[in-house]
């Protein structure tokens, strides 16, 4: 099993629909990340959490809220779809007692359609 | 503020050729520098980093060199193998809390 798992894989919804994308991790880390992957741009950051009761914006936050339900889930949501939200949503993880060492966990990736 | 550039891909390469994929960063102070892979279908993993000038980073056969003064970190491999077809991404941090910050990824196809 993936120590990073990602919910659901694919969805395809319409233009104003709330989604929920969900992440769970089994590593034991304290720090998760919601990226959104887009063709040419890389990925950008939307929302970390370096705890249950820390949570903060990236860069691309507008549009975009989370949840973290306990240390092992972070879960993003898309409160009214838009079609440029299209995209690949990766959640990712890192440890705590290794600043900067860059090493982050990713999952699979959600791919999210707006209709 | 801070950025990576990547060449354009896609990179198509024959098996067993040298791989160079070019990397460019624009930061303050002196970040950390990463090489990402992502193979179909799956997230993305690390591959290699350096965390200071002249440092090598190396994995898997890849290896990129932390240049602060053409401030690049070029991947590169002396034979390709059709397994490493992937997206490969550069990425910067700083602030010491894993932001990332990536290139736009450069797709790598290998023929055998």
């Known amino acids: 099993d993936a120590d990073v798992t990602q919910t659901p894989r694919n969805r395809i919804t319409k233009t104003g629909k709330r989604i929920m994308l969900e992440c769970s991790q089994t590593k034991g880390h304290d720090r998760m990340y919601w990226y959104r992957q887009d063709p040419g741009l890389g990925l950008r950051l939307i929302y970390y959490?370096?705890?249950?009761?820390?949570?903060n914006k990236g860069e691309i936050s507008d549009g975009y809220s989370v949840s973290r339900q306990a240390q092992a889930k972070f879960s993003l949501s898309l409160e009214s779809a838009i079609p440029n939200q299209t995209a690949l949503y990766f959640c990712?993880?890192?440890?705590?007692?290794?600043?900067?060492?860059?090493?982050?966990?990713f999952g699979e990736g959600s791919r999210l359609t707006v209709l | 503020g801070n950025s990576v550039t990547q060449m354009e891909g896609p990179v198509t390469l024959s098996e067993e050729a040298f791989l160079t994929i070019n990397c460019t960063y624009t930061?303050?102070?002196?970040?950390?520098l990463f090489w990402y892979v992502q193979y179909p279908g799956e997230g993305l993993q690390l591959l290699l980093k350096a965390t200071k000038a002249d440092d090598k980073g190396s994995n898997k056969g890849f290896e990129a060199t932390y240049r602060k003064e053409t401030t690049s970190f070029h991947l590169e491999k002396g034979s390709v193998q059709v397994s490493d077809s992937a997206v490969y991404f550069c990425a910067l941090s700083r602030g010491g809390y894993n932001k990332l910050i990536f290139g736009a990824g450069t797709r790598l196809a290998v023929h055998p």
């Open positions: 959490s370096f705890d249950v009761k820390d949570i």
């Open positions: 930061a303050t102070g002196y970040p950390s």
């Open positions: 990712a993880t890192s440890e705590t007692d290794r600043p900067n060492t860059g090493e982050l966990f």
